[in-house]
């Protein structure tokens, strides 16, 4: 009988836990929608029978993840797609009773347009808007980039250094004037550039994605300890921004190099707080837990861990906080951030 493929229901059924925990109120402000990706699909009943599994999770923020684009019409109204696609679950969501809500959405736009062609960029923001019905929160046009994209498995190549592009600076800013968070995912090499991109656009509200993504596979392989040293020098130097905020997850995704989406079998929330602990902790020391928020990036980090596991390992990683920081950690920070 062959093993269960990882990442498969089958394959997390190998490894279930008890919940902890199970009242405490939770936003989850990171997660997909798709069809065909890694994984298969991952559409409203498939998120539900995730967040139904026993943690108490209220509310969740789709973040953009480029699915459901419009195939004809003007280039730079085609994310537009996603967000039609995404608004409509997110009103079926808030009609169904004890279910999770998909109470913010995060959509994609081309912010290098404020310099060419704002004019381009406003309509697109306008048309999220009111596609979003009440829900747009912000954008996130990704700088992730790296020279050896093909030894990723998840690989975008932004633009070289689009975070020191004025074009970019300047659509950060009428963000900020709209009242709009920028998120971001990059890679570890980058965590500078971001850095700059902080200090030099303060008005705007800056959400880090998945620990600026220290990577463990390639060409970055067998270099942790070497890529963990600089990321805190890097972390620390980014909490002295008081614009930005981070997102504690996204560490169990393939390219960070754990090894779990190849395993015969998932981990369990002790060996994740084992090895994973070192960059949460000091995450919060940095930053304090009222700019921290716990995200599942499901389903991309499903492709190692179950749901409940997950949380339940950000449960235990965060059992010597006060109730206050608890709060702030798994609920409070995320609904300040995106006013959910």
Same mark, same amino acid.
């Given at each position: ?9 089958? +394959?997390? !059924? ?19 929608? +798709? ?7 991952? *559409?409203?009943?498939?998120? +539900?029978?995730? %967040? ?7 509310? @969740?923020? /789709? ?6 684009? *419009? ?9 537009? =797609?996603? %967000? ?20 913010? #959405? ?9 310099? %060419? ?13 009111? #596609?979003?019905?009440? $829900? ?6 990704? =700088?992730?980039? !790296? ?16 975070? &020191? ?5 300047? =659509? ?8 709009? @968070?920028?998120? %971001? +995912? ?26 600026? @993504? ?12 070497? #890529? /963990? $040293? ?9 909490? $002295? ?8 997850? &996204? ?5 960070? &190099? /754990? &090894? ?20 949460? $902790?000091?995450?919060?020391?940095? /930053? ?14 499903? *492709? ?37």
């Amino acid at each position: 009988m062959s093993r269960p493929q990882p990442g498969t229901q089958a +394959w997390l !059924d190998q490894h279930v836990e008890e919940i902890l925990e199970p009242d405490r109120p939770i936003i989850d402000p990171h997660h997909h929608l +798709w069809k065909k990706r890694p994984g298969g699909d991952y *559409l409203l009943e498939n998120l +539900w029978a995730d %967040t139904d599994s026993g943690h108490n999770i209220v509310k @969740t923020l /789709f973040m953009e993840c480029r699915a459901f684009y *419009l195939r004809e019409g003007p280039e730079h109204l085609r994310p537009t =797609g996603e %967000t039609l696609y995404v608004s409509e679950q997110a009103r079926l969501s808030s009609e169904a009773e004890g279910k999770a809500e998909i109470a913010g #959405i995060i959509a994609f736009a081309d912010l290098t347009l404020a310099e %060419t062609a704002p004019e381009l960029l406003e309509e697109v923001l306008a048309r999220h808007e009111e #596609i979003c019905n009440g $829900r747009f929160r912000g954008i996130r046009h990704a =700088g992730a980039r !790296d020279k050896h994209p093909e030894q990723l498995s998840i690989a975008l190549q932004a633009p070289p250094y689009l975070y &020191g592009k004025e074009s970019f600076r300047q =659509g950060l800013r009428l963000l900020a004037s709209k009242g709009l @968070t920028y998120d %971001t +995912w990059h890679y570890h090499h980058q965590n500078q550039d971001f850095i700059e991109l902080a200090q030099a656009v303060p008005e705007c509200t800056l959400v880090l994605d998945h620990f600026g @993504t220290p990577l463990g596979v390639g060409l970055y392989r067998g270099c942790r300890d070497e #890529i /963990f $040293r600089q990321w805190q020098q890097d972390m620390k130097a980014l909490s $002295r921004c008081e614009n930005v905020y981070v997102k504690l997850g &996204g560490l169990a995704m393939p390219d960070n &190099g /754990f &090894g779990w989406d190849q395993a015969d079998k998932p981990p369990g929330s002790d060996e994740i707080v084992a090895t994973q602990e070192q960059y949460y $902790r000091h995450m919060i020391d940095c /930053f304090g837990s009222q700019r921290c928020m716990f995200e599942s990036n499901f389903p991309v980090d499903r *492709l190692s861990v179950s749901y409940g596991v997950l949380w339940n390992a950000f449960k235990k990683m965060a059992a010597h906080y006060s109730e206050t920081e608890k709060q702030a950690l798994f609920y409070g920070t995320a609904a300040k951030v995106y006013r959910v």
